[in-house]
């Protein structure tokens, strides 16, 4: 096997790691991330307890799906994982904020 064909085997098996990757981060970080903007919604929408769950739940559909496509469309795998670390980390900090102020 020449050297060429061994490297376009390195850099498919990359590319595949990558997808297996991106997939579960689409899958997993998806559903964290809008689970997590449901539960600071239900502190800061102002309805009332029945309309706010349901508007909450449905939010997350939309957001569910955004994630998805958002993590296939970055080109980093550096930039995928601070969008959603940080993105994480502001819906946490919000929420817990949220939580203090509504006591």
Same mark, same amino acid.
């Given at each position: 096997?020449?050297?060429?064909?061994?490297?376009?085997?390195?850099?498919?098996?990359?590319?595949?790691?990558?997808?297996?990757?991106?997939?579960?981060?689409?899958?997993?970080?998806?559903?964290?991330?809008?689970?997590? /903007? @449901?539960? &600071? #919604? %239900?502190?800061? =929408?102002?309805?009332?307890?029945?309309?706010? +769950?349901? /508007? @909450?739940? &449905? #939010? %997350?559909?939309? =957001?569910?799906?955004?994630?998805?496509?958002? +993590?296939?469309?970055?080109?980093?795998?550096?930039?995928?994982?601070?969008?959603?670390?940080?993105?994480?980390?502001?819906?946490?900090?919000?929420?817990?904020?949220?939580?203090?102020?509504?006591?």
């Amino acid at each position: 096997m020449s050297s060429k064909a061994k490297n376009s085997e390195r850099e498919l098996t990359i590319y595949r790691w990558e997808v297996l990757g991106r997939v579960l981060i689409a899958v997993f970080g998806g559903y964290i991330f809008s689970i997590g /903007t @449901a539960l &600071l #919604l %239900t502190h800061i =929408l102002p309805f009332e307890r029945s309309s706010l +769950v349901m /508007t @909450a739940n &449905l #939010l %997350t559909f939309a =957001l569910y799906t955004t994630a998805i496509i958002w +993590v296939f469309s970055v080109k980093r795998f550096r930039t995928l994982w601070l969008g959603l670390a940080g993105s994480l980390a502001v819906l946490a900090l919000a929420r817990f904020v949220f939580s203090q102020v509504n006591l």
